[in-house]
């Protein structure tokens, strides 16, 4: 075969092999936007039930009671904290019936949703069998004793945020929830309070309690042909920190350091090497302080307000120091005779400097708290 011929043979099957690589190329991300559609068809979603009165008369209704005992451990950094207390359930006999002919235990008709580390934890029925009330409902006690996890707060204000401590309880068993069964968690019209004596958090106050019913609806058929969706009640109980430990332990250090370096203008302008040294210490101070108060928060995707003010405050000894260097260099670089006024105007541009960082710094305290 000639040098030409096999030329001619070689691209030719360098073009088809172009050809080919492309069609699977299509053919890939083709079947991969597919598979996509095919896994994301379904969203899961946790909406609040509405009123009784517009459900249908065909559901079973559990009716559910929550009391915590003690809120401790919090971690912010690891979004958990640990709860002691009991949770009690009320049903029909119609209910006792389709749990005897399933075989459903009592612990196994409920689960704490957002419970972690099982190993280290109870949950737990107060009593063997469910107690047998009037009218031929049942009621089964259970206690708890467990690290959950909270991971839905926002901490754009910390550390004057509030906290939200959730504590979930929902149907467990998949025969509670199908196409021909649909049981329903429902907050018990007897309960009359939700926390005990050890209900308060450190360093927080308790600033409300609220106990809610919801539907959990699954993305997942768990490989069967229908969804779950699941009854749940919420326990929430919100916390608001407290102000005056939260200004004296995290604001007011980065006040007293940001005080020193507005107050460092006041220096005369002949004193530069003293007036470059305070601006650059400050930075120093506030990037530890920091530090320090991130090594309580867990990672972000947005500022907290404590993190604005370290911004406008890194600005501003920046800016301090930009403006000492001017100020030196203009100082020694005006002859002896002009060394008066050199400093006046130096002094002229350090007031303005002050006045425009203060109200540079209530702006941006207001627009980050709002």
Known sequence: M??????????????VMLLAAGIV?????AGSEHAQIEIFEETESIVPLGSLD???????????????????????????????????????SATQAHMEEHGIRPIELIRLV??????????EVATDAPERLSAGRYYQRYRFSSRFLDDANNLQRHPFATLELPLIVEIAHGSMSNKYRSTLLIPHHRQNGFLGLAGNLSGYRLNSVTFEPFLHHYASRFGTWYAPTMAQVRLKIQYAADIRSA???????????????LLSPSLAGS???????????AL???????????????PMPYLTFLDKMFACSYIIALGLFILFTWGTNVYFKAPDGEKEAAMRRIDRVDVVFQFSSIIFLLVVAVVAWF
Do not use: C
């Open 271 to 281: 004193m530069g090497n003293l007036r470059l040294a305070i601006p650059s210490t």
């Open 2 to 15: 000639s040098s030409k011929k096999l030329f001619n043979f070689v691209g030719r099957l360098a073009t």
């Open 284 to 298: 120093l101070t506030m990037v530890f302080l920091q530090q320090a108060y991130h090594e309580r928060l867990p």
């Open 54 to 92: 517009s459900l249908r008369a065909d559901h079973d209704i559990i009716y559910a009671g929550i009391h915590v005992e003690k809120v401790y451990s919090l971690s912010l950094t690891s979004k958990t904290f640990s709860a002691d207390g009991f949770v009690w359930l009320e049903w029909s």
């Open 25 to 29: 190329s299509h053919a890939q991300a």
């Open 114 to 123: 957002n419970r972690i580390e099982t190993w280290d934890s109870t949950f």
């Open 247 to 261: 200004f004296i332990g995290r604001v007011l250090p980065l006040l007293v350091v940001l005080s020193v370096v």
